[in-house]
T-cell receptor
Framework: AQTVTQSQPEMSVQEAETVTLSCTYDTSESDYYLFWYKQPPSRQMILVIR??????QNATENRFSVNFQKAAKSFSLKISDSQLGDAAMYFC?????????????FGPGTSLSVIP | DAGVIQSPRHEVTEMGQEVTLRCKPISGHDYLFWYRQTMMRGLELLIY????????DSGMPEDRFSAKMPNASFSTLKIQPSEPRDSAVYFC????????????????FGPGTRLTVL
């Protein structure tokens, strides 16, 4: 079974600095999706970025980028120029592309604090 | 698009009462997921539907929980009778098939319903 691990329960970053959140996963599959979701204090889950495993190029969305290392099964999120609004819980998630298996597996989350 | 809509946003009830949570998925999405989030257990998938049909309900805690999707634009999650340990944030999410044909794509979450059972 697939698993997602986030080894950093809490992280902090100075405003305007860069921070990297770690995520590793375990799978025997070769094709899948990976996601980073953000959950601010409002509790809503917001998609930050998505990576398709068959694409070698790392996904980027404005200040958010990932470092996808398929062989190492690592999927870290880099937040550049951190802003106060980035403070939230961040979840790494995995989804298989296997037909008729549509569950998303979430990691335990990393709580990010942004220091003014 | 308004996104996934959930109601109510907050619900406070007493033990033993029936609770009904509602969800309207994004128009055109053919997958709908119900999740529960607690501090102790994190984010748990309870059940998901494809084309209004329940596909996997293995995450439903017990018979007190039931979910329905009578049409493509509406789903309910019912707890009867409710218990204090059911207190959590319940999320609904929806998604659609990718251009590749048969797999689901990104899940879009609603704002959640914070349930408190006293």
């Amino acid at each position: 079974a697939q698993t997602v691990t986030q080894s950093q329960p809490e992280m902090s970053v100075q405003e305007a600095e860069t921070v990297t959140l770690s995520c590793t996963y375990d799978t025997s599959e070769s094709d899948y999706y990976l996601f980073w979701y953000k959950q601010p204090p409002s509790r809503q889950m917001i998609l930050v970025i998505r990576q398709e495993a068959y694409k070698q190029q790392n996904a980027t969305e404005n200040r958010f980028s990932v470092n996808f290392q398929k062989a190492a099964k690592s999927f870290s999120l880099k937040i550049s120029d951190s802003q106060l609004g980035d403070a939230a819980m961040y979840f790494c998630a995995y989804r298989t592309l296997r037909p008729s298996y549509d569950k998303v597996i979430f990691g335990p989350g990393t709580s990010l604090s942004v220091i003014p | 698009d308004a996104g996934v809509i959930q109601s109510p946003r907050h619900e406070v009830t007493e033990m033993g009462q029936e609770v009904t949570l509602r969800c309207k998925p994004i128009s055109g999405h053919d997958y709908l997921f119900w999740y529960r989030q607690t501090m102790m257990r994190g984010l748990e998938l309870l059940i998901y539907f494809n084309n209004n049909v329940p596909i996997d309900d293995s995450g439903m805690p017990e018979d007190r929980f039931s979910a329905k999707m009578p049409n493509a634009s509406f789903s309910t999650l019912k707890i009867q009778p409710s218990e204090p340990r059911d207190s959590a944030v319940y999320f609904c999410a929806s998604s659609s098939r990718t251009a590749r044909g048969y797999q689901t794509d990104t899940q879009y979450f609603g704002p959640g319903t914070r349930l408190t059972v006293l």
